[in-house]
């Protein structure tokens, strides 16, 4: 049975709430700090490339593990080809002489990646709630499938996120030969991962020590490396201070009154 079209709606929703996980909590704390209009601007070309390019995985890598005409290895080249044409895309429009100038090339590559991973993971997820899916026991719209889609999305998103917003960072410090080669593999390494999952659901967990160990430094210096000193110094004080407020918000008892101080 063919793939419904409640179901391709969902497996899109679903992949888009990848890009919702992605955005709050990282880009939502940077109004004011940055363009955000143009922040948004490259989530829409994220996710017109993200097309192009999740294509190119289920027709090149996908669908060729599926009918076995290619071997890991050989399909892992491919998807390192796939990656490195997803960093020289990021690489060009992150270092355009606008957005350098602007010193918007990290949360730009942020939302960049955001909407590249979320089409490539709306792509699989379409795949995974396809009955048919051969030598998947996992396939169809259930419980399973949907619990791993999110898993999908959220992994997807983040972890083309990360190396975009890397590359924006090393942008403003004119390196770029050695990110480009570094992020391609770690796409490559990342869809082999999201691909082999809908087979095997515990590859996505593979890829998770990479995102939580590059997550840190994203937060703590990828994303605020185009701001001045002072314009870092007012982004932590007011992530403190935020963060402040919200355990506050949490701890405090109805009917008390609430301290001056916070």
Same mark, same amino acid.
């Given at each position: 049975?063919?793939?419904?079209?409640?179901?391709?709606?969902?497996?899109?929703?679903?992949?888009?709430?990848?890009?919702?996980?992605?955005? #709050?909590?990282?880009?939502?704390?940077?109004?004011?700090?940055?363009?955000?209009?143009?922040?948004?601007?490259?989530?829409?070309?994220?996710?017109?490339?993200?097309?192009?390019?999740?294509?190119?995985?289920?027709?090149?890598?996908?669908?060729?593990?599926?009918?076995?005409?290619?071997?890991?290895?050989?399909?892992?080249?491919?998807?390192?080809?796939?990656?490195?044409?997803?960093?020289?895309?990021?690489?060009?429009?992150?270092?355009?002489? /606008?957005?350098?100038?602007?010193?918007?090339?990290?949360?730009?590559?942020?939302?960049?990646?955001?909407?590249?991973?979320?089409?490539?993971?709306?792509?699989?997820?379409?795949?995974?709630?396809?009955?048919?899916?051969?030598?998947?026991?996992?396939?169809?719209?259930?419980?399973?499938?949907?619990?791993?889609?999110?898993?999908?999305?959220?992994?997807?998103?983040?972890?083309?996120?990360?190396?975009?917003?890397?590359?924006?960072?090393?942008?403003?410090?004119?390196?770029?030969? #050695?990110?480009?080669?570094?992020?391609?593999?770690?796409?490559?390494?990342?869809?082999?991962?999201?691909?082999?999952?809908?087979?095997?659901?515990?590859?996505?967990?593979?890829?998770?020590?990479?995102?939580?160990?590059?997550?840190?430094?994203?937060?703590?210096?990828?994303?605020?490396?185009?701001?001045?000193?002072?314009?870092?110094?007012?982004?932590?004080?007011?992530? /403190?201070?935020?963060?402040?407020?919200?355990?506050?918000?949490?701890?405090?008892? #109805?009917?008390?009154?609430?301290?001056?101080?916070?």
């Amino acid at each position: 049975m063919a793939v419904e079209l409640w179901q391709t709606q969902l497996a899109f929703a679903i992949g888009i709430l990848g890009v919702y996980a992605g955005w #709050r909590g990282t880009i939502s704390r940077m109004t004011g700090f940055y363009d955000l209009a143009g922040a948004v601007r490259y989530l829409v070309y994220g996710l017109i490339s993200g097309m192009l390019l999740a294509i190119c995985v289920d027709r090149i890598i996908l669908s060729s593990v599926i009918l076995a005409y290619l071997n890991i290895f050989t399909a892992s080249l491919f998807a390192i080809l796939i990656g490195a044409a997803e960093a020289a895309l990021v690489m060009f429009l992150l270092a355009r002489p /606008r957005v350098v100038a602007l010193k918007a090339s990290p949360p730009f590559g942020w939302t960049l990646g955001l909407g590249i991973g979320s089409m490539q993971a709306s792509y699989l997820i379409y795949r995974l709630f396809d009955e048919q899916l051969q030598y998947s026991g996992y396939s169809g719209t259930n419980a399973v499938s949907v619990t791993l889609a999110l898993i999908i999305a959220a992994t997807s998103c983040i972890g083309h996120a990360l190396p975009a917003c890397w590359q924006g960072a090393n942008v403003l410090e004119s390196s770029r030969t #050695r990110p480009f080669v570094i992020s391609a593999v770690a796409r490559g390494f990342l869809t082999m991962c999201l691909v082999l999952a809908l087979f095997a659901p515990l590859m996505v967990l593979v890829a998770a020590p990479a995102i939580a160990l590059a997550w840190g430094p994203a937060q703590s210096s990828w994303l605020p490396a185009g701001m001045t000193p002072a314009a870092k110094q007012a982004f932590r004080r007011t992530t /403190r201070q935020s963060e402040k407020h919200k355990r506050a918000s949490e701890q405090r008892i #109805r009917g008390e009154a609430i301290d001056s101080e916070e």
